[in-house]
């Protein structure tokens, strides 16, 4: 079952191949579906300060009844927070909030400000959020480290003065949506690509070639999606609150034909509707 799949980071901590993703989940709501994760057998969740529900997450997985050490939980340092002394003090914080005692991976969520998405040179400024989350790693506080919507340039930065090299990249992938060259690079550094809004963030639900190859095999177009990642060698991070759809989006033990996956990864760009908005899907 792929909940209990996992891959090894190149630091040798495992991380389940299957997670859930909480964007849009509303603090007050979060704890609730990281419990009902919990019990469906999910033991990666992934969240960020960003999403503004930190709180929520940790009290869903302290109330658990799961031992800790047997849950992965990731959070992301803000995409604004380019400098070394507010990084210190924003890892120090999800500690706080999230009131777990060591956060498994922490991510740089994007390379450059949400404002300013693929925009202007912040190249020292991730250098100095990076030489934090190391410290940060070496103390203890964080199992692993990472970033996230990073593309190659922006890898070659960190690694070009790192003492750490990022162990994961959180990256948009989907069917329609597979930056097959990024991906190659991350593997040729071993680092882990993992996939968020593996379902298009719903754009792809109604795409009728898409549901017709899910019907071939007896599965639901997410769970479709989602097992693409998974064949790409990703970790997916499907998100919802919903119970039912966490068990669904959990019932992915199939293999997807060499065929089908080329169709997939070459079908045209999605047009995410309202979703276009948010930086990672404007196109840039």
Same mark, same amino acid.
């Given at each position: 079952?792929?909940?209990?799949?996992?891959?090894t980071?190149?630091?040798?901590?495992?991380?389940?191949k299957?997670g859930?993703g909480?964007?849009?989940?509303e603090?007050?709501k979060?704890?609730q579906a990281?419990?009902?994760a919990?019990?469906?057998?999910y033991r990666?969740i992934?969240?960020?300060q960003?999403?503004d529900?930190e709180?929520?997450v940790?009290a869903?997985?302290?109330?658990?009844?799961?031992?800790?050490d047997?849950?992965?939980?990731s959070t992301?340092?803000a *995409?604004?927070?380019?400098d070394y002394?507010?990084?210190v003090?924003?890892?120090?914080?999800?500690?706080?909030?999230l009131?777990l005692?060591h956060?498994?991976?922490?991510?740089?969520?994007?390379p450059q400000?949400?404002?300013?998405f693929?925009?202007g040179?912040y190249?020292?400024?991730?250098?100095q959020?990076?030489?934090?989350?190391e410290?940060a790693?070496?103390?203890g506080?964080i199992?692993a480290?990472?970033v996230?919507?990073f593309?190659?340039q922006?890898?070659e930065?960190?690694l070009s003065?790192?003492?750490?090299?990022?162990?994961v990249?959180?990256l948009l =992938?989907?069917?329609?949506?597979?930056?097959?060259?990024?991906i190659?690079?991350c593997e040729?550094?071993?680092i882990? =690509?993992?996939?968020?809004s !593996?379902i298009a963030?719903?754009?792809?639900?109604?795409?009728?070639?898409v549901?017709?190859?899910?019907?071939? +095999?007896? *599965?639901?177009v997410p769970?479709?999606?989602i097992?693409y990642?998974?064949?790409l060698?990703?970790?997916?991070?499907p998100?919802?609150?919903n !119970?039912?759809?966490?068990r669904s989006? *959990?019932e992915?033990d199939?293999?997807i034909?060499?065929e089908?996956?080329?169709?997939?990864?070459d079908?045209?760009?999605q047009? +995410?509707g309202?979703h276009?908005?948010? !930086? =990672?899907?404007s196109?840039?």
């Amino acid at each position: 079952m792929i909940l209990n799949e996992t891959y090894t980071l190149s630091n040798d901590v495992t991380i389940p191949k299957l997670g859930l993703g909480t964007w849009f989940i509303e603090d007050g709501k979060a704890a609730q579906a990281v419990r009902d994760a919990v019990a469906i057998g999910y033991r990666n969740i992934d969240t960020a300060q960003a999403y503004d529900n930190e709180h929520g997450v940790g009290a869903g997985v302290r109330t658990s009844g799961v031992a800790r050490d047997e849950l992965f939980v990731s959070t992301k340092l803000a *995409a604004e927070i380019k400098d070394y002394d507010t990084a210190v003090a924003a890892i120090d914080g999800s500690l706080k909030t999230l009131g777990l005692g060591h956060i498994d991976l922490m991510l740089i969520h994007s390379p450059q400000p949400w404002d300013d998405f693929r925009g202007g040179d912040y190249a020292e400024g991730n250098r100095q959020a990076w030489r934090a989350l190391e410290e940060a790693h070496k103390a203890g506080k964080i199992r692993a480290i990472g970033v996230s919507n990073f593309q190659q340039q922006d890898l070659e930065n960190i690694l070009s003065s790192c003492t750490v090299a990022p162990h994961v990249n959180q990256l948009l =992938v989907h069917a329609g949506n597979t930056p097959a060259e990024l991906i190659a690079y991350c593997e040729s550094k071993d680092i882990l =690509v993992e996939a968020y809004s !593996p379902i298009a963030h719903g754009a792809i639900l109604k795409n009728q070639y898409v549901q017709a190859i899910a019907e071939k +095999y007896g *599965a639901t177009v997410p769970q479709l999606c989602i097992r693409y990642t998974l064949e790409l060698g990703a970790v997916s991070l499907p998100k919802t609150a919903n !119970p039912e759809h966490m068990r669904s989006n *959990a019932e992915v033990d199939f293999v997807i034909s060499d065929e089908d996956m080329d169709a997939l990864r070459d079908l045209p760009a999605q047009d +995410y509707g309202e979703h276009r908005e948010f !930086p =990672v899907y404007s196109g840039k």
